[in-house]
């Protein structure tokens, strides 16, 4: 225990995922830990991210079989009634079952949640909204982020992420600003569970850092499933009509009024009236912490990790990186440091899409000797059902070894395909290595290691 003369050895600011981790890491090491939070343990993901859009997948999920499972004979309507309110209901339950899990797990481990917002006076002092002052050795920032609005006349009118969990029924026309993970997420799942979803995209593609030849596929197979894609549109306002919302684009030509308009523009870091600045810490452009790699920031007692810190906005990453931090702070790990690469990552569209490593076009800027495997073929269910959505996997090697530096997946379970492949992707695995697993027949996953 320090022998420093703080309240404490760590204060958090910030009770979500990357929160949470670090203060019973360091609890864990024997540090007296601060949790200052004055919501709902679990930040975004537990709250108004991972937890609840899971749930509401898994949700569009099931009605998309309901209607295979029609095709196939089953005496069920093809298109389902769905109560929002009964599937809220569960959905609200599971999270809390987590609040109190985490309540739980704080107090086993000995943290004192504080719930309280704080800023920084000083590198050493923390000062709650409530006028009380705290002191630690290190203090870790992990206020997270939240969804921006772009900068139109009218952008009062949409809402962002978070209000989708509001929703208890599904709109009848929805249009959705964006082309990234959230946005494809949201789309798929609005239009699955009974909205005609529109989706604006700015750029020319969906999803610009993965693998163009799998978001092309993507994008069919949200066509096929009935969401409408404009890319290359040019938002200019929203303007109220009615109870409905109309959006207009940049060359003046009015598009129908929607019923709901959802805004998946990008998110930006929760620094502000953080106390940051007067203490020489520097914010970026999209309003995150600046850290270097040892998640420390200009001022060497203060830390940042999750989504305030900018690098991967992934909960499994802002876990790992507060517990790495923590065991270089407190559990005599000098060296321990979040790697960043090969990070696998899904966004739960319809079918799921995931990655780990390099995309090809990213391999070719990297490699002078690149090879490119594919598998293109249409899941079991599908065949059986008539249906139609496909899948698309991919293998990235490189060297004259074919070290498999990127795997791609788009199709049914590729969420969980991806997870096992990734370990391979880490350790260094080489097309040869994969050729001599042997497949698990009939399965998707066996795509992964039958491409020639």
């Not at 939070?37 to 079989?65: I, Q």
């Not at 005496?75 to 739980?104: F, G, M």
């Not at 940042?304 to 507060?322: N, S």
Request: glycine share 10%; hydrophobic share 45%.
């Amino acid at each position: 225990m320090s022998a420093m003369p703080y309240d404490y050895d760590l204060i958090v600011l910030g009770g979500g995922s990357a929160g949470l981790a670090g203060a019973i890491r360091a609890a864990q090491h024997g540090q007296r830990v601060a949790l200052l939070e004055p919501g709902e343990l679990g930040g975004t993901c537990v709250n108004l991210g991972c937890v609840p859009k899971k749930a509401m997948w898994l949700a569009a999920d099931l009605a998309e079989r309901i209607a295979l499972a029609s095709a196939l004979g089953f005496d069920v309507p093809e298109r389902p009634a769905l109560s929002w309110k009964e599937l809220v209901i569960h959905r609200q339950a599971y999270i809390t079952n987590i609040h109190t899990s985490y309540r739980n797990r704080l107090d086993e481990t000995g943290v004192v949640r504080i719930p309280a917002r704080g800023h920084l006076l000083d590198a050493h002092t923390v000062a709650c909204n409530d006028g009380v002052h705290y002191t630690a050795a290190h203090i870790l920032l992990a206020t997270g982020a939240h969804p921006q609005r772009p900068d139109v006349p009218g952008a009062e009118l949409g809402r962002v992420s978070d209000d989708f969990f509001d929703l208890r029924a599904a709109p009848g026309h929805v249009a959705i600003i964006g082309g990234g993970y959230i946005a494809v997420e949201l789309a798929g799942l609005l239009q699955a569970l009974g909205s005609h979803v529109d989706l604006l995209v700015r750029g020319d593609r969906l999803l610009e850092r993965f693998d163009h030849e799998l978001t092309e596929r993507l994008a069919d197979n949200l066509r096929q499933q009935g969401v409408r894609i404009h890319f290359g549109y040019r938002l200019r306002a929203l303007q109220r009509e009615g109870e409905r919302v109309r959006v207009l684009g940049s060359d003046d030509a009015p598009e129908d009024a929607h019923d709901a308009v959802f805004f998946a523009t990008g998110r930006r870091g929760n620094s502000r009236n953080l106390g940051l600045e007067a203490l020489g810490i520097g914010i970026g452009e999209h309003e995150q912490v600046l850290v270097d790699e040892w998640q420390t920031t200009a001022v060497p007692s203060v830390h940042a990790v999750g989504d305030i810190a900018g690098k991967v906005g992934l909960t499994p990453v802002a876990v790992a990186a507060a517990r790495r931090l923590m065991d270089r702070l407190f559990g005599g790990r000098a060296e321990a440091k979040m790697d960043y690469g090969n990070v696998p990552s899904v966004v739960f569209s319809h079918p799921p899409l995931g990655q780990v490593g390099l995309s090809e076009h990213e391999a070719r800027q990297q490699h002078a000797q690149v090879s490119v495997y594919h598998s293109r073929f249409r899941p079991m269910l599908q065949g059986l059902a008539n249906g139609t959505q496909r899948s698309l996997f991919k293998l990235v090697c490189a060297g004259p070894e074919e070290r498999v530096v990127g795997v791609h997946l788009l199709g049914e379970a590729a969420d969980e395909i991806l997870q096992g492949f990734a370990v391979a992707v880490k350790m260094g695995a080489t097309k040869a290595q994969f050729d001599d697993t042997v497949a698990i027949h009939p399965t998707s996953a066996e795509e992964v290691v039958l491409m020639r």
